[in-house]
């Protein structure tokens, strides 16, 4: 089955800087990655998604960058602010008949 | 964007007794739910997959005869948690396919077997 790997487990930046967090998933029938923000004792929201026949999307302050071939994604925060701060999910599906997700990364944005 | 609620929010139950919750889509028609269970500082962990007007498909692990699931209608499926125990108490999400494959989840519930 799908496996998909997820780093840093923590990032702290200062506000204003950028953040990346980076995910690796394992079978390439994989199509569709979504990212999600999780704040603390809520459900994960939809952030952004990539389909893999696009390489990258942008949307205001966050883009994510899909490599088929190394079987990699990412996710690009610019111009981090506090309320960034929360858990983001990875995770790799195909045609969402189910999803596999990485173990989360902790985000802090220091003021 | 689509809108996933669920209810409640949180709940205390003794050991014993059942607990259901409820996941709603409501802005769009879900032909698929997911739930899952998250404990502190982990990922989320696939309890089941549910399709409207059929069984619902548990993963490996997960008891179905303790996690009742009923979808039956487009816009609702419920989890009943039966004969509760302490350690079934965690933090359980929902989730709804809008569509195509965009997955959106619920505020998800917060289950407490004291």
């Known amino acids: 089955g799908e496996n998909v790997e997820q780093h840093p487990s923590t990032l702290s930046v200062q506000e204003g800087d950028s953040a990346v967090i980076k995910c690796t998933y394992s079978d390439s029938a994989s199509n569709y990655f979504p990212w999600y923000k999780q704040e603390l004792g809520k459900g994960p929201q939809l952030i952004i998604d990539?389909?893999?026949?696009?390489g990258e999307k942008k949307d205001q302050r966050i883009a994510v960058t899909l490599n088929k071939t190394a079987k990699h994604f990412s996710l690009h925060i610019t111009e981090t602010q506090p309320e960034d701060s929360a858990v983001y999910f990875c995770a790799a599906s195909i045609q969402g008949n189910q999803f596999y997700f990485g173990t989360g990364t902790s985000l802090t944005v220091i003021p | 964007g689509a809108v996933v609620s669920q209810h409640p929010s949180w709940v205390i139950c003794k050991s014993g007794t059942s607990v259901k919750i409820e996941c709603r889509s409501l802005d769009f028609q879900a032909t698929t739910m997911f739930w899952y269970r998250q404990f502190p500082k982990q990922s989320l962990m696939l309890m089941a997959t549910s399709n409207e007007g059929s069984k619902a498909t548990y993963e490996q692990g997960v008891e179905k005869d303790k996690f009742l699931i009923n979808h039956a209608s487009l816009t609702l499926s419920t989890l009943t948690v039966t004969s509760a125990h302490p350690e079934d108490s965690s933090f359980y999400i929902c989730s709804a396919i809008a569509g195509g494959d965009e997955q959106y989840f619920g505020p998800g519930t917060r289950l407490t077997v004291t």
């Open positions: 990539i389909r893999s026949n696009v």
